[in-house]
């Protein structure tokens, strides 16, 4: 799929008699049902992770603020807390 375009578009300019930066192609992959709700189902679960990522950073930074600013614990306890390093906790309390 990926020279599909260029070819098709050096074969058009060849068989018109044009330069090929004259045209334009538009390909559309169609796919048979089945492989299209497949392809539907990983785009939306892709979608999902994205934002559950994005609310866990968010949810271990504020765990990691209360742990460090509200209890009193080093970063290093923090960390092991929250399985992740205390390198890593030093950064969440600076965003």
């Known amino acids: 799929m990926d020279r599909a375009e ?3 578009r050096d074969a ?3 068989y018109l008699g044009v ?3 004259n045209v334009a192609v538009n390909l559309e992959v169609v ?4 492989l299209r709700a497949d392809v ?3 785009k939306t679960t892709r979608e999902k992770a994205d934002e559950l990522q994005v ?7 504020e765990a990691a603020r209360a742990l460090v600013k509200g209890a ?3 970063v290093r306890e923090a960390g092991q807390i929250l399985g992740v390093s205390h390198q890593r906790v030093a950064q969440l309390l600076h965003r």
């Open 6 to 8: 260029a070819m098709a």
């Open 40 to 42: 539907a189902h990983a």
């Open 19 to 21: 330069a090929v930066r």
């Open 72 to 74: 009193r614990l080093t």
């Open 31 to 34: 796919l048979p049902d089945p």
């Open 12 to 14: 058009i300019a060849l």
């Open 55 to 61: 609310e866990a950073a968010t949810a271990t930074a």
